[in-house]
C-alpha cells in the first residue's frame, strides 16, 4: 500500500473541505476574541481543496478513469482535490460511439469515484467539434443537428443532478485576429447551434450549472471579445448560460496574460461565474511556480471565480507531459508550483460576504457631485482588432433621472452592427439607435448603466447623442 493511501485512510474518510466546515461549526462556539483566533489559524490549510474551500472555491482536476486503479494516483486525487473532470470520458467519440447507442460505463467510474469521495464533477464536453465519433463526423444539415440536440439531452438527463457545471460547447471560435466562429460541420448546421444546445442541457439538467468553454480566450483579444458579445447576448436574450470556462493552457509562448485577472473580471460583470477549467502551465521551478500563484491570485480576487480545475495530477499525467506542466512530478511528490499554488490560496481573499451580482450589470451609485442636466449623456469605449471592434457604451441619467433612454451612435460607411446587448438596436448601418431594455432604462439622478454591442468594420469614433424619456 503506498503512503498516499495510507495517509488517506488515516485521515478517517473526512473530506478536506468537510474539515474546514467542521473547524467553523468550532469556532462558532466559543467566544468571539477567540473566533477571530482560530479563523485566521484555520485559514491555513493544508491541501488544495481544503485552502480553496476555505476561500469559498473549489480545486478541481481531470481524471482519466483508467487511472483509478493506480494508488499512487488515487491518494492524491483524494487527498488534495474536491471536482473533477472526466479527461475524455463524457466526449461525445466516448459516449454515443454508435448513433443512438450510449456507453457510460468509463464515465460512470468516475462519477461513482467522485461521489463516493465527496467530490463533484465537471461535465465535459457535451458539444464540440472534436473528439466526434465518425458517424457524427459524417453527417450534416438537419441531420446532424437533430443529433447534436439529441447527445445533448441524452448524455445530460443520463447524468441529470450529479454534475456541477457542463461545459455544454467547448472552443467554438477560431483562432486568430477575426473574433470569428470555427468552422466545423456543427457551425455550419446554423449560427444558433449553440443556444440550441445550450437550451437542450438546461432542460435536460436543470440544476447543472451550464459553461461555454474555450481556450486562448485568457487574456483581451479577439477571440475572448467574440466570446463575450456572445455571452452578452445570451443574457440578454435569456439563453440559458451561467458560466464560461477559461482553459488556461500556458507556456513560454503563451504565458499568462497580464490582463488575466481584468478578463476574468469583465466576464463576471455580465452576471456570469467563471471557472478556470484546464489549467496547465508548462516549465519548472520558480517561474512556473510564480505563474500558478498568479493564476490563483487572479481567481481569488474576482469574487464570480468560483474553482480551478488542473488538467491533470503528476507530469506524467498530462497530456503535455513533456513540459512538465502540473503540480506533482511523476512520482508523485509536489513541486514548488503546488508549494506556490497552496501558499497563494491561503493568502488570498477570504470567501465574499455579499452575494454575487446577477444580470443585468449593475448599475453605479449616485456620484455625490451634482449630477448633468437633465437629459441623459453617453460614452464610448472600444476594443478594437483588425476588421472588427467591441464598444462598450455608458448612459449617465442627468439631474431628472430617465424612465428610458436611447442613445445614438453614427457608424462611418461600411460598418455594420452584427450584435447588440442590454439594448434594443434599431438599424445596424448608419446612424443606430440603442435603445434601453426593460431593466435598465430607469436611472436615478446621476446613475450610470451600461450596454454593448459588436460590429464588423471601422469602429465609431466621437461621443454617441442621448436621449431621456
Ligand atoms: O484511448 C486511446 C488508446 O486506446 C490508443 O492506443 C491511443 C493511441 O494514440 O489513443 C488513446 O486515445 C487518446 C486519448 O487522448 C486518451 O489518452 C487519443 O489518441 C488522444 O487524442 C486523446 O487526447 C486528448 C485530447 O483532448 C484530444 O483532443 C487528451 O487526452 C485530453 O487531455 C485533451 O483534452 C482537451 C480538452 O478536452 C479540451 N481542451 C484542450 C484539451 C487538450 O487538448
Given at each position: 500500500m503506498?503512503?498516499?493511501?495510507?495517509?488517506?485512510?488515516?485521515?478517517?474518510?473526512?473530506?478536506?473541505?468537510?474539515?474546514?466546515?467542521?473547524?467553523?461549526a468550532?469556532?462558532?462556539?466559543?467566544?468571539?476574541?477567540?473566533?477571530?483566533?482560530?479563523?485566521?489559524?484555520?485559514?491555513?490549510?493544508?491541501?488544495?481543496?481544503?485552502?480553496?474551500?476555505?476561500?469559498?472555491?473549489?480545486?478541481?482536476?481531470?481524471?482519466?478513469?483508467?487511472?483509478?486503479?493506480?494508488?499512487?494516483?488515487?491518494?492524491?486525487?483524494?487527498?488534495?482535490?474536491?471536482?473533477?473532470?472526466?479527461?475524455?470520458?463524457?466526449?461525445?467519440?466516448?459516449?454515443?460511439?454508435?448513433?443512438?447507442?450510449?456507453?457510460?460505463?468509463?464515465?460512470?467510474?468516475?462519477?461513482?469515484?467522485?461521489?463516493?469521495?465527496?467530490?463533484?464533477?465537471?461535465?465535459?464536453?457535451?458539444a464540440?467539434?472534436?473528439?466526434?465519433?465518425?458517424?457524427?463526423?459524417?453527417?450534416?444539415?438537419?441531420?446532424?443537428?437533430?443529433?447534436?440536440?439529441?447527445?445533448?439531452?441524452?448524455?445530460?438527463?443520463?447524468?441529470?443532478?450529479?454534475?456541477h457545471s457542463?461545459?455544454?460547447?467547448?472552443?467554438?471560435?477560431?483562432?486568430?485576429?477575426?473574433?470569428?466562429?470555427?468552422?466545423?460541420?456543427?457551425?455550419?448546421?446554423?449560427?444558433?447551434?449553440i443556444?440550441v444546445?445550450?437550451?437542450?442541457?438546461?432542460?435536460?439538467?436543470?440544476?447543472?450549472?451550464?459553461?461555454?468553454?474555450?481556450?486562448?480566450?485568457d487574456?483581451?483579444n479577439?477571440?475572448?471579445?467574440?466570446?463575450?458579445?456572445?455571452?452578452?447576448?445570451f443574457?440578454a436574450?435569456?439563453?440559458?448560460?451561467?458560466?464560461?470556462?477559461?482553459?488556461?493552457?500556458?507556456?513560454?509562448?503563451?504565458?499568462?496574460p497580464?490582463?488575466?485577472?481584468?478578463?476574468?473580471?469583465?466576464?463576471?460583470?455580465?452576471?456570469?461565474?467563471?471557472?478556470?477549467?484546464?489549467?496547465?502551465?508548462?516549465?519548472?521551478?520558480?517561474?512556473?511556480?510564480?505563474?500558478?500563484?498568479?493564476v490563483?491570485?487572479?481567481?481569488?480576487?474576482?469574487?464570480?471565480?468560483?474553482?480551478?480545475?488542473?488538467?491533470?495530477?503528476?507530469?506524467?499525467?498530462?497530456?503535455?507531459?513533456?513540459?512538465?506542466?502540473?503540480?506533482?512530478?511523476?512520482?508523485?511528490?509536489?513541486?514548488?508550483?503546488?508549494?506556490a499554488t497552496?501558499?497563494?490560496?491561503?493568502?488570498?481573499?477570504?470567501?465574499?460576504?455579499?452575494?454575487?451580482?446577477?444580470?443585468?450589470?449593475?448599475?453605479?451609485?449616485?456620484?455625490?457631485?451634482?449630477?448633468?442636466?437633465?437629459?441623459?449623456?453617453?460614452?464610448?469605449?472600444l476594443?478594437?482588432?483588425?476588421?472588427?471592434?467591441?464598444?462598450?457604451?455608458?448612459?449617465?441619467?442627468?439631474?431628472?433621472?430617465?424612465?428610458?433612454?436611447?442613445a445614438?451612435?453614427?457608424?462611418?460607411?461600411?460598418?455594420?452592427?452584427?450584435?447588440?446587448?442590454?439594448?434594443?438596436?434599431?438599424g445596424?448601418?448608419?446612424?443606430?439607435?440603442?435603445?434601453n431594455?426593460?431593466?435598465?432604462?430607469?436611472?436615478?439622478?446621476?446613475?450610470?448603466?451600461?450596454?454593448?454591442?459588436?460590429g464588423?468594420?471601422?469602429?465609431?469614433?466621437?461621443?454617441p447623442?442621448?436621449?431621456?424619456?
Amino acid at each position: 500500500m503506498s503512503s498516499s493511501t495510507a495517509r488517506d485512510r488515516g485521515s478517517a474518510r473526512v473530506r478536506p473541505d468537510r474539515r474546514a466546515a467542521l473547524v467553523s461549526a468550532t469556532v462558532g462556539t466559543v467566544a468571539a476574541g477567540m473566533v477571530l483566533a482560530l479563523a485566521t489559524a484555520a485559514s491555513a490549510g493544508t491541501t488544495l481543496a481544503t485552502s480553496a474551500a476555505e476561500k469559498g472555491r473549489y480545486f478541481g482536476t481531470a481524471v482519466a478513469a483508467n487511472k483509478l486503479s493506480d494508488s499512487t494516483y488515487v491518494g492524491i486525487l483524494n487527498r488534495e482535490f474536491n471536482m473533477v473532470t472526466p479527461e475524455n470520458e463524457m466526449k461525445w467519440d466516448a459516449t454515443e460511439p454508435s448513433q443512438g447507442q450510449f456507453t457510460y460505463t468509463s464515465a460512470d467510474r468516475i462519477v461513482s469515484h467522485a461521489q463516493a469521495n465527496g467530490m463533484r464533477v465537471r461535465g465535459h464536453a457535451l458539444a464540440w467539434h472534436s473528439q466526434q465519433p465518425g458517424w457524427a463526423q459524417n453527417l450534416s444539415g438537419s441531420a446532424l443537428r437533430s443529433a447534436m440536440v439529441n447527445h445533448v439531452t441524452q448524455v445530460a438527463t443520463h447524468y441529470k443532478g450529479k454534475i456541477h457545471s457542463w461545459d455544454v460547447v467547448n472552443e467554438a471560435f477560431a483562432d486568430g485576429g477575426n473574433g470569428a466562429r470555427r468552422d466545423s460541420n456543427l457551425q455550419r448546421t446554423g449560427n444558433d447551434w449553440i443556444e440550441v444546445a445550450f437550451r437542450a442541457a438546461r432542460t435536460a439538467d436543470p440544476s447543472a450549472k451550464l459553461c461555454y468553454n474555450d481556450y486562448n480566450t485568457d487574456g483581451q483579444n479577439a477571440k475572448s471579445n467574440a466570446v463575450y458579445a456572445m455571452v452578452s447576448d445570451f443574457k440578454a436574450r435569456g439563453v440559458p448560460i451561467d458560466c464560461v470556462g477559461f482553459q488556461s493552457h500556458f507556456n513560454s509562448a503563451s504565458p499568462v496574460p497580464g490582463d488575466y485577472q481584468a478578463n476574468l473580471q469583465r466576464f463576471a460583470n455580465l452576471g456570469l461565474d467563471v471557472q478556470i477549467t484546464e489549467l496547465d502551465i508548462e516549465g519548472s521551478g520558480t517561474a512556473q511556480a510564480n505563474s500558478y500563484a498568479t493564476v490563483v491570485r487572479a481567481c481569488l480576487a474576482v469574487s464570480r471565480c468560483t474553482g480551478i480545475s488542473v488538467w491533470g495530477i503528476r507530469d506524467t499525467d498530462s497530456w503535455r507531459a513533456s513540459g512538465t506542466p502540473l503540480l506533482f512530478d511523476g512520482n508523485g511528490n509536489k513541486k514548488a508550483a503546488y508549494t506556490a499554488t497552496l501558499d497563494a490560496l491561503n493568502s488570498g481573499t477570504p470567501i465574499p460576504t455579499t452575494p454575487p451580482p446577477t444580470t443585468p450589470p449593475p448599475t453605479t451609485p449616485p456620484p455625490t457631485t451634482p449630477p448633468p442636466g437633465a437629459g441623459c449623456t453617453a460614452s464610448l469605449s472600444l476594443q478594437t482588432w483588425t476588421g472588427g471592434f467591441v464598444a462598450t457604451v455608458r448612459v449617465t441619467a442627468g439631474s431628472s433621472g430617465t424612465n428610458g433612454w436611447a442613445a445614438t451612435v453614427t457608424l462611418p460607411s461600411g460598418t455594420a452592427v452584427t450584435n447588440a446587448w442590454n439594448a434594443q438596436s434599431s438599424g445596424t448601418t448608419g446612424t443606430v439607435r440603442f435603445a434601453n431594455v426593460a431593466y435598465n432604462g430607469r436611472l436615478t439622478a446621476g446613475q450610470s448603466t451600461e450596454f454593448g454591442f459588436q460590429g464588423v468594420g471601422t469602429p465609431p469614433a466621437g461621443t454617441p447623442s442621448c436621449t431621456a424619456s
